[in-house]
C-alpha cells in the first residue's frame, strides 16, 4: 500500500514543479518579501517589525494560494481528463489514488514553503533582524498549508474546480475568524444560538491555531505547548478531512 501511494505521490510532484502557476505565485511571494524592504521605508513604524510581519504575511498568502489552486487543479484534471480511469484499472484502492495526491501536493508545498523562507530569512540575515523563532512561525504556517490541502482535496472530491477553490479560501478565511463566535455567543440571548455557535466553533477549521505571527513579530511571549497542541490539532482534524475525502471518493460515480 506504502509502495502505491509513494508512486501515486512522486508522480503528483513532478506534475506540480511543471505548473506554470506554481512558479508565477512563488516568484510574486519572493517579490512581495524583497518588496517589505522598500514598504518599511515608506511607512510610519519599526523597520523590522514590518520586515517580519510582511514577510510571515507574504509566506501565509501564497502559501494558501498554492495549496488551493495547484491542490484542486491537478485532482480535478484528473478526473476531467479521465486519467484517473487508468490509475484506477491497476490494482490500486481509491483511498490509495486521494492519500497519494495529498502527501506529492505535501511534498511540493515543502519544496515551495522552504523556498519562500530562504529567502524571506536570507533578507532578515543581510538586515542583521535574523529571529529563531520565525522558524517556528513558519513550520505552523506549513501545519495550516497541510491542513488547506486536505480540504482542497476533500472539495475537489465533492464539487467543481471553480467552487471548490471559492469553498476552500472561505473557509481559510472564516477559519482565521473563528474567535468572533465567542464575541456573538454573548450578545445571543437564546440558547439555540448560543449551541449553535459553540458547535460552528469545533466543526471548523480553526486555523488560529497555527498563527503565531503577531507574538514573533513584536516580541511577546507564545505559549507553552502551541507548537504541541498545533501538531495535535493537525493530526486530528487533518486526518478526519482526509478520511472523509477518502469516503466520498471511494462513493464517487466517475463518468
Given at each position: 500500500?506504502?509502495?502505491r501511494i509513494s508512486a501515486i505521490a512522486l508522480n503528483t510532484f513532478r506534475e506540480a514543479i511543471r505548473h506554470r502557476?506554481?512558479?508565477?505565485?512563488?516568484?510574486?511571494?519572493?517579490?512581495?518579501?524583497?518588496?517589505?524592504?522598500?514598504?518599511?521605508?515608506l511607512t510610519v513604524g519599526s523597520e523590522e517589525k514590518i520586515i517580519k510581519d510582511f514577510g510571515l504575511a507574504s509566506i501565509d498568502v501564497f502559501g494558501v494560494l498554492t495549496a488551493v489552486f495547484i491542490g484542486i487543479g491537478l485532482?480535478?484534471?484528473?478526473?476531467?481528463?479521465?486519467?484517473?480511469?487508468?490509475?484506477?484499472?491497476?490494482?490500486?484502492?481509491?483511498?490509495e489514488f486521494v492519500l497519494g495526491k495529498y502527501a506529492g501536493l505535501s511534498l511540493t508545498l515543502l519544496v515551495n514553503t522552504t523556498v519562500m523562507t530562504a529567502w524571506f530569512f536570507l533578507v532578515l540575515l543581510i538586515k542583521g533582524m535574523f529571529d529563531a523563532r520565525l522558524g517556528v512561525a513558519v513550520l505552523l504556517l506549513f501545519f495550516q498549508f497541510l491542513l488547506?490541502?486536505?480540504?482542497?482535496?476533500?472539495?475537489?472530491?465533492?464539487?467543481?474546480p471553480i467552487l471548490a477553490s471559492v469553498m476552500t479560501?472561505?473557509?481559510?478565511?472564516?477559519?482565521?475568524?473563528?474567535?468572533?463566535?465567542?464575541?456573538?455567543?454573548?450578545?445571543?440571548?437564546?440558547?439555540?444560538?448560543?449551541?449553535?455557535?459553540?458547535?460552528?466553533?469545533?466543526?471548523?477549521?480553526?486555523?488560529?491555531?497555527?498563527?503565531?505571527?503577531?507574538?514573533?513579530v513584536h516580541g511577546l511571549t507564545v505559549a507553552p505547548g502551541r507548537l504541541l497542541w498545533a501538531t495535535l490539532?493537525?493530526?486530528?482534524?487533518?486526518?478526519?478531512?482526509l478520511w472523509t475525502a477518502c469516503a466520498v471518493f471511494e462513493r464517487k460515480e466517475l463518468q
Open positions: 500500500m506504502l509502495t502557476i506554481l512558479y508565477l505565485l512563488l516568484i510574486f511571494a519572493v517579490a512581495m518579501i524583497s518588496f517589505a524592504q522598500i514598504l518599511s521605508l485532482v480535478s484534471r484528473e478526473i476531467e481528463k479521465r486519467t484517473v480511469y487508468t490509475l484506477l484499472a491497476k490494482p490500486i484502492h481509491r483511498f488547506i490541502t486536505a480540504l482542497a482535496v476533500l472539495f475537489s472530491c465533492l464539487s467543481t479560501l472561505a473557509l481559510y478565511v472564516i477559519g482565521h475568524l473563528l474567535w468572533s463566535l465567542d464575541l456573538l455567543s454573548a450578545r445571543l440571548s437564546t440558547e439555540a444560538g448560543r449551541i449553535l455557535c459553540r458547535a460552528l466553533y469545533y466543526v471548523l477549521p480553526n486555523l488560529g491555531n497555527f498563527d503565531i505571527k503577531g507574538e514573533v490539532y493537525l493530526l486530528l482534524y487533518g486526518s478526519a478531512v
